[in-house]
């Protein structure tokens, strides 16, 4: 027997933890398309000393272009979070459903315990009285991604753009 409380926590404990778990990826999207450098030591800028600069994680590319000359290539340097789709997820929607055994004991509280669900015999099977039908249900669905994230791309991707001539 468990107290109604408890088992409520425990799914919402599991639930924000899987949703961390999610947006922590957030953290592991900056260090796979930005480098962190040193911050600047101007001593005038009291407020940024403390905190590193991300530099975007970049690859040089050989670009055809034409010129008067015939076709020669141009370097160019391309943003690796320019060239990537972008995804997040976040948990939506989680539905647990179970058959529970629920009781009040002598403090009033609430307690609820699995209802095990009748075994299949079988020649080689145990009969397994601790077996629960328990159902879980988790939607995940993509989620917009952030203004301020999209309108950094956009600016990469203005950047690339700048690079290339036509």
């Known amino acids: 027997m468990i107290k109604l409380e408890q088992l409520v926590h425990a799914i919402q404990s599991a639930v924000v933890g899987a949703n961390d778990a999610l ?3 957030a953290a592991a999207f900056l260090d796979r398309f930005f480098i962190a450098a040193p911050a600047s030591s ?3 800028d009291k407020e940024n000393l403390a905190q590193d600069t991300l530099r975007p994680r970049c690859v040089t590319m050989e670009y055809p272009t034409e010129t008067a000359d015939g076709i020669q290539t141009l370097n160019v340097s391309v943003p690796l979070i320019a060239m990537v789709p972008i995804v997040h997820s976040r948990i939506e929607e989680v539905i647990f459903r179970s058959s529970l055994d629920v009781q009040q004991d002598e403090d009033g509280d609430v307690t609820v315990s699995f209802v095990p669900h009748p075994s299949k015999g079988g020649l080689f099977r ?3 009285t601790h077996a629960t039908s328990t159902e879980i249900e988790i939607r995940i ?10 309108k950094i791309v956009e600016g990469y991707t203005r950047a690339l753009r700048a690079q290339i001539p036509g």
């Not at 993509?142 to 999209?150: A, N, S, V």
Request: glycine share 16%.
């Open 23 to 25: 947006q922590g990826q």
């Open 126 to 128: 145990r009969d397994s």
């Open 141 to 150: 669905r993509g989620d917009e991604t952030p203004d301020g994230l999209r």
């Open 42 to 44: 101007v001593e005038d």
